[in-house]
């Protein structure tokens, strides 16, 4: 089974920087997509960004865009979503996705409805 980790959360004024961490065990993940997503507060729970763990594609949703960085360590079995210039509207529970690409590959990266497994979340909080 998929298991999925994230820490890295916490209270950071605007401006500053975090990166969050989702450790992955449970299989083989050459064949997965990771994504990151988030929820803010009366919110439905919006794609952040994906790479996959072949391969050096990454995807971003616009408004995170020269923001963040989304990374892996395919020894560590680690993704990493490094945010730099935070705001406020940045705001929400952070969340770390997987799918596998052989299954899902034809479907939107975007869709939360297309990772089955999920992270617990960790939460973030920009001050302003």
């Known amino acids: 089974q998929v298991q999925l980790v994230e820490s890295g959360g916490g209270l950071v004024q605007a401006g500053g920087s975090l990166r969050l961490s989702c450790v992955a065990s449970g299989r083989t993940f050459n064949t997965y997509a990771m994504g990151w997503f988030r929820q803010a507060p009366g919110n439905d729970r919006e794609f952040v960004a994906s790479t996959h763990w072949r391969g050096g594609n990454t995807y971003y949703e616009d408004s995170v865009k020269g923001r963040f960085t989304i990374s892996k360590d395919n020894a560590k079995n680690t993704v990493y979503l490094q945010m730099n210039s935070l705001k406020p509207e940045d705001t929400a529970v952070y969340y770390c996705?997987?799918?596998?690409?052989?299954?899902?590959?034809?479907?939107?990266?975007?869709?939360?409805?297309?990772?089955?497994?999920w992270g617990q979340g960790t939460q973030v909080t920009v001050s302003s």
């Open positions: 996705a997987a799918r596998n690409s052989v299954v899902y590959g034809s479907s939107s990266i975007t869709g939360t409805q297309n990772y089955p497994y």
